[in-house]
């Protein structure tokens, strides 16, 4: 595997299941983001690690919870969604929050 | 607060064309400005990525120029081709703050 990865790429899931996204990147790089695309919006930035600490939570709901285990791996943690919350997961990374970001493909989630 | 326009929001060319893709952005106090391609569904891909002390970056038949005291940033597509089809974003840092997008160009170029 190479580059940055995220899995599942499509996920369906109704308001009172609890899911995980997962992200992953092979790259060496010390910095992970998780954004948001929603239909017809920018990119939204949700959260921002550097050495595996938080540095920016752009006052996303309580019901999105990351965690960054390690340097390599970026979770995003659901529960209790909203159908508004249907979107484009995306995850990026990069070396140092500063430099060029790379994005993984993304995960299509869909909340009935 | 800092916002990113991109003009046109589609755009559609033959085979062939040069064009360009324009990006304006209201502060221009930018650490650097980054454009990406998005193809449907999918995530995004670097292309380019500009300090704010450059003016031009080339990668191919891709140009991107930036002007920083105007806020404008385009980018120019030598030749297009059906490949290039895909949404074109760009992206603006201003220090070490998060980069902001704009909405994007999908671009489609049809043989």
């Known amino acids: ?112 | 607060k800092q916002e990113v326009t991109q003009i046109p929001a589609a755009l559609s060319v033959p085979e062939g064309e040069n064009l360009v893709l324009n990006c304006s952005f209201t502060d221009s106090a930018i650490y650097n400005l980054q454009w990406f391609r998005q193809d449907p569904g999918k995530g995004l891909t670097s292309l380019l990525l500009i300090q704010s002390s450059q003016r031009e970056q080339t990668s191919g038949r891709l140009n991107a120029s930036l002007d920083k005291s105007s806020g404008r940033s385009t980018l120019y597509i030598a030749a297009s081709q059906p490949g290039d089809s895909a949404t074109y974003l760009c992206a603006v840092r201003k220090d070490t703050d998060k980069l902001i997008f704009g909405t994007g160009t999908r671009l489609q170029v049809f043989p």
């Open chain 1, 1 to 112: 595997e190479t580059g940055v990865t995220q899995t599942p790429r499509h996920l369906v899931m109704g308001m009172t299941n609890k899911k995980s996204l997962k992200c992953e990147q092979h790259l060496g790089h010390n910095a992970m983001y998780w954004y948001k695309q929603s239909a017809k919006k920018p990119l939204e930035l949700m959260f921002v690690y550097s050495l595996e600490e938080r540095v920016e939570n752009n006052s996303v709901p309580s019901r999105f919870s990351p965690e960054c285990p390690n340097s390599s791996h970026l979770f995003l943690h659901l529960h209790t969604l909203q159908p508004e919350d249907s979107a484009l997961y995306l995850c990026a990374s990069s070396q140092e929050e500063q430099r060029e970001q790379y994005f993984g493909p993304g995960t299509r989630l869909t909340v009935t």
